[in-house]
């Protein structure tokens, strides 16, 4: 699914996104926002690529990092939920992940992402993928990870 079906399935619907991004850094909310009438559907996000963003401006407890990693379902749920509390959306992605060039602290591997989502008087979710670590960046492929969306908005 790539960003104007989201746009088209948010804008049919009178539904909101925003975006919480780590290591994608702005990818999936430039993408979402370079389709004419995106004001529709998204007001924006946060960049919280790293230090203490995660925490200081999403409201992730302090904890989550220490404990569980900067790249797991803890912290891409918590990144996602706080996005879409702080931009008042009815749903929010998140991504975190290990773009290289060497392995994350915790030996994930290069282009392991946990993508999180955050529904409005719903469940937050997020689900882990692994792309290829060779050719392109997987910073760059990871934006057309967003799919959770298609399915939490049943199209």
Known sequence: MDAKEIAEILTAREK???VAEADTAGLIGYMLGAIPGSSKYFPGGVIAYTGGLKEKVLGVPADVSPTHGT???EMAKGMARGARELCGT???V???GVTGPAAGRAGLPIGTFWIGLSVKNGEDTAIEIHLDGTGMPASRRSPGCVSPIRER???
């Open 71 to 73: 790249v797991s379902s």
């Open 94 to 96: 998140s991504t975190t």
């Open 90 to 92: 009815d749903y929010a």
């Open 153 to 155: 908005t049943g199209s």
């Open 16 to 18: 909101t996104v925003s």
